[in-house]
């Protein structure tokens, strides 16, 4: 038997065993739906004649009530920010309304703090900056007074070695005679 010859029952098992699955589908389906039917709950009526639950309406009127309320927990605030100083130093100025309870506006100074030591470090490191300038315009003179030297030493070189050769070929022109 060779394999051309398997080839249509395989395909004949296979169509045979989807018609199967497709036919048990369709009677669980029908088994499920019959059970839905069977244990369906009763709809409750009701009957015409019955009176219908009769209402009556009462004004209210307000009364002044002094009772006592009283209440347990703990109290929080909606928003509350932790102050954390970036610089160290004495304050000078506290914002009266800083306390427990009171509330502060946006945008309000809270705290100062005493600015002399920050004011003289700014001092300092200034003169520090007008003596660094000065070392820096002192050396870029002594600089250009150096770059000027070289220059005039490499003309001298420039002399010398023409005064050499000129010697030197003066010497050979002397030697030859």
Do not use: C, W
């Not at 589908?25 to 709809?43: F, H, K, N, Q, R």
């Not at 209402?55 to 009530?65: C, I, K, R, Y």
């Not at 209440?71 to 800083?98: C, F, M, R, S």
């Not at 306390?99 to 506006?105: D, T, V």
Request: hydrophobic share 45%; proline share 5%; aromatic share 4%.
């Amino acid at each position: 038997m060779n394999m051309d010859d398997t080839t249509p029952s395989l395909e004949r098992v296979r169509r045979r065993i989807n018609v199967a699955l497709a036919v048990l589908a369709l009677l669980m389906g029908g088994g499920a739906m019959y059970l839905l039917l069977l244990t369906s709950p009763e709809v409750p009526t009701r009957s015409f004649g019955a009176k219908p639950l009769s209402v009556a309406a009462v004004t209210v009127l307000p009364t002044a009530d002094a009772s006592p309320v009283v209440g347990y927990g703990t109290v929080a605030p909606k928003h509350q920010v932790d102050v954390i100083p970036q610089v160290n130093g004495k304050l000078t100025y506290v914002n009266e309304d800083l306390a427990p309870g009171k509330i502060i506006r946006k945008g309000e100074r809270l705290f100062e703090v005493d600015d002399t030591l920050y004011a003289s470090r700014v001092a300092q490191a200034e003169a520090e900056k007008r003596r660094l300038e000065g070392v820096l315009t002192r050396q870029e003179a002594e600089l250009e007074m150096l770059e000027a030297r070289i220059a005039n030493a490499e003309r001298m070189l420039e002399i010398v070695e023409a005064e050499y050769l000129k010697n030197q070929s003066a010497l050979r022109g002397a030697e030859r005679r």
